[in-house]
T-cell receptor, first 110, second 113 residues
Framework: QKEVEQNSGPLSVPEGAIASLNCTYS??????FFWYRQYSGKSPELIMFIYSNGDKEDGRFTAQLNKASQYVSLLIRDSQPSDSATYLC??????????FGTGTLLAVQP | NAGVMQNPRHLVRRRGQEARLRCSPMKGHSHVYWYRQLPEEGLKFMVYLQKENIIDESGMPKERFSAEFPKEGPSILRIQQVVRGDSAAYFCASSRPEDSPLHFGNGTRLTVT
């Protein structure tokens, strides 16, 4: 079992729709959870982090965490073509390093 | 406020040569992480360093790879006797001691011919 799992996609949504990205993790001791966005050929860019169960909202982005289910999600409201990218879920592991999933490719269709 | 600085952006080496990748963390950050990303794959953790200390090198290949973060100067990831399979993007990230989010540099794209 991979430490952090994501559906590789592509996830295709129409412009203006809600994109829902999901992630599961295996280490119950993980305390910190992150979403990064990576455009093709570019470096990862931090979008959101969440430490507590529940929802955390920042503009069009909402991160959701359920530690009991070991599940993290990212919702993107009013999706725009510029949101098209690979979204990486990351979870802190031993020694506080981040363990990344392989990413979900999101394609927002105009 | 300068971000994480990596150089060179692109590096071409022939098989058997050495590659040296440099990373200067963000101002105020004393923790440095190196990750490798192969085409169409995720980020793989390699090593985590603080000044003059290797904290976690569980992701480093046992041979040919080494990393350091000296008291003065940038962190260096060194790959000796490169092989074609070392071709990848190498990303450095930094963080503050009390803060988990990592901030990434632009990466070094290593090509081994």
């Amino acid at each position: 079992q991979k430490e952090v799992e994501q559906n590789s996609g592509p996830l295709s949504v129409p412009e203006g729709a809600i994109a829902s990205l999901n992630c599961t993790y295996s280490d119950r001791g993980s305390q910190s959870f992150f979403w990064y966005r990576q455009y093709s050929g570019k470096s990862p860019e931090l979008i959101m982090f969440i430490y507590s169960n529940g929802d955390k909202e920042d503009g069009r982005f909402t991160a959701q965490l359920n530690k009991a289910s070991q599940y993290v999600s990212l919702l993107i409201r009013d999706s725009q073509p510029s949101d098209s990218a690979t979204y990486l879920c990351a979870v802190n592991g031993a020694t506080n390093k981040l363990i990344f999933g392989t990413g979900t490719l999101l394609a927002v269709q105009p | 406020n300068a971000g994480v600085m990596q150089n060179p952006r692109h590096l071409v080496r022939r098989r058997g040569q050495e590659a040296r990748l440099r990373c200067s963390p963000m101002k105020g950050h004393s923790h440095v992480y190196w990750y490798r990303q192969l085409p169409e794959e995720g980020l793989k953790f390699m090593v985590y360093l603080q000044k003059e200390n290797i904290i976690d090198e569980s992701g480093m290949p046992k041979e040919r790879f080494s990393a350091e973060f000296p008291k003065e100067g940038p962190s260096i990831l060194r790959i000796q006797q490169v092989v074609r399979g070392d071709s990848a993007a190498y990303f450095c990230a930094s963080s503050r001691p009390e803060d988990s989010p990592l901030h990434f540099g632009n990466g070094t794209r290593l090509t081994v011919t």
